[in-house]
């Protein structure tokens, strides 16, 4: 395996392997061997398997891979690691970038150039480009999973396919970016300013500085259309979104809201047609869910309204859906 | 295929089939023929398959299945049925029982040592002898589910199978009795009396007349027992489930855990030991779920607490639990 990205989600899946590498073992017949590294900085790479106790130790003290001795690569790129690295599958979690998906792209597309299985936590590729990406990875025989992408480590993605068969799904729709969430929570519960409560995100690691992503509801949309395109059978990407932000939601909104019952929260919604933006929903209905929990809820028929609830966001939890995907290619390989 | 009982729940499957045929036979090439239906009073057998439409129409117009001319044995009984006609499912739905749980416990045993795979929506065999049917089905090489006992159409047990691989499901609690949790609401929202709540239930057909098995929490613990021993491996049966009802709940308490930003709900919870019970808990977590809302909250490692909210019951949405189940039967044989 080659990762490709050893950021939070990276560093946290690595930390995984490792703790629950005998588990893996045991109930799935897996043992994931990590034979690169790549970071923005250069890569460590070993057919032998990376030392991943070492390269956690070196990424924290050092904040590069440069601690691996024989194995570091100084300015190797991803593409270079991807390209000359012999394995199986490549773990993509390089940071999200909207306007051309890049590195994370031509890291998708190469790796399955060559070959390889891709698991991706990067949802710029998906957003953009996500129905040729399907059709390169068909085109090559590999399997291209991407859970983490959505909802964290709540397998939404899974949880559609996998249980909801039988049923159609006929319309969705979610809090699917824990930042505004947390914001309008707050907003509500305490009456607080946005400015106030975003500094405070920001302070907490909720926020990121530049909090547009978030608040300006693009995150939001991206993970829509790449639910929407999985679960719905939809060729949507981003530009196909009609997105409206939380920037203009106002004490005032959220009050009268609260008045009439109800409570203002950022729903991504995939019906007619694709949207984001401020909705108010009755305080009963399970999509309202506070602080940074995600929800979506998925309109079935004649199941009913099926809502499913979890973290949104974090790294333990994101990297758990990346050991999920390979239990998932695993058993595709023992077919 | 058989279905014994042909209550609410074998009326909407039996719907379900005709509106829904083409589908099932385009998507999954499953063309589910009815073979036999057995109510209390006698049963329809016909090796060609019964008409559906004047099943529905005979048992809606005089309670039986007479109107079916020939095919109508008057008298015939479940274990008859299940005995003398050829199929290779047998659908059990008739009403939960729970101090011997028959006549179901007697139809599922018999079923599968006559090596028909069996689909159940009955809670009373599985609530007093899960382990021994789980253990029956195997050695008779048989498919044996019961999406349907659980969560109504919202697929609890099938989600926790398929979709959380990989991580460790440390314990369960759960919302899983409408009634109840009716009641609950309307005492929390509105300040009603547990009393006027509960008269006005019957009247809107969520209670039963006698609202024992659902107020005093031995539906929940049912549940709890099936979820349970599916998802956690344990081997309970409902008198290792320490219960209490609702029926103590006073507005006191209610409006004391409202001033505490809590609510107080019928839970039932797996941990150390299965408890049902109503507990307070803050409303701003997921499984503050309102009205008939069922909610069942797994706490994972390392993916966090997930939690999935559906509608709990209704003929409907457990007839599609039903269709889930025979897909799945289907695939088992197809491979």
Tied chains: 1, 2.
């Excluded at 045991?26 to 991943?52: N, Q, W």
């Excluded at 991504?268 to 933006?277: H, L, N, P, Q």
């Amino acid at each position: 395996m080659l990762l490709v990205g050893f950021g939070v989600v990276g560093q946290s899946f690595a930390e995984l392997v490792v703790s629950e590498g005998a588990k893996l073992g045991r109930d799935f017949g897996l043992r994931p061997k990590i034979v690169g590294i790549v970071d923005s900085k250069g890569a460590a790479c070993s057919p032998d398997g990376i030392d991943i106790s070492k390269a956690l130790d070196s990424k924290m003290s050092s904040g590069s891979l440069e601690k691996l001795g024989a194995a570091y690569r100084p300015g190797m790129t991803g593409l270079d690691a991807i390209q000359e690295t012999d394995c199986e599958v490549v773990v993509e979690s390089t940071p999200t970038e909207l306007s051309k998906g890049e590195p994370g792209l031509s890291h998708v597309r190469t790796a399955m150039k060559e070959g390889r299985h891709v698991i991706c936590t990067n949802k710029g590729p998906l957003a953009l480009a996500m129905p040729a990406l399907m059709e390169l990875a068909h085109h090559n025989k590999v399997v291209f999973k991407f859970s983490g992408t959505v909802g964290g480590g709540t397998p939404v993605l899974d949880f559609a396919k996998k249980c909801l068969e039988g049923s159609d799904i006929r319309s969705l729709s979610g809090i699917l970016n824990g930042t505004s969430n947390y914001i309008l929570s707050k907003m509500a519960s305490e009456g607080s300013n946005m400015k106030v409560v975003l500094a405070e995100a920001q302070k907490l690691g909720y926020a990121e500085a530049d909090p547009t992503y978030d608040i300006g509801g693009f995150d939001t949309a991206c993970k829509l259309v790449i639910v929407s395109n999985y679960i719905l059978g939809t060729s949507l990407s981003l530009k196909d979104v009609q997105v409206k932000g939380i920037t203009e939601v106002s004490n005032e909104h959220v009050d009268k809201a609260k008045a009439k019952g109800n409570t203002v929260k950022l729903i991504g919604r995939m019906e007619k047609k694709a949207t984001v933006s401020p909705e108010e929903i009755p305080i009963t209905h399970p999509l309202n869910v506070s602080g940074t929990f995600n929800a979506i809820s998925f309109n079935t028929h004649p199941a009913g309204e099926i809502t499913l609830v979890g973290k949104g966001a974090g790294g333990k939890e994101t990297a758990s859906s990346v050991i999920r995907d390979l239990i998932e290619i695993r058993r595709t390989f023992a077919r």
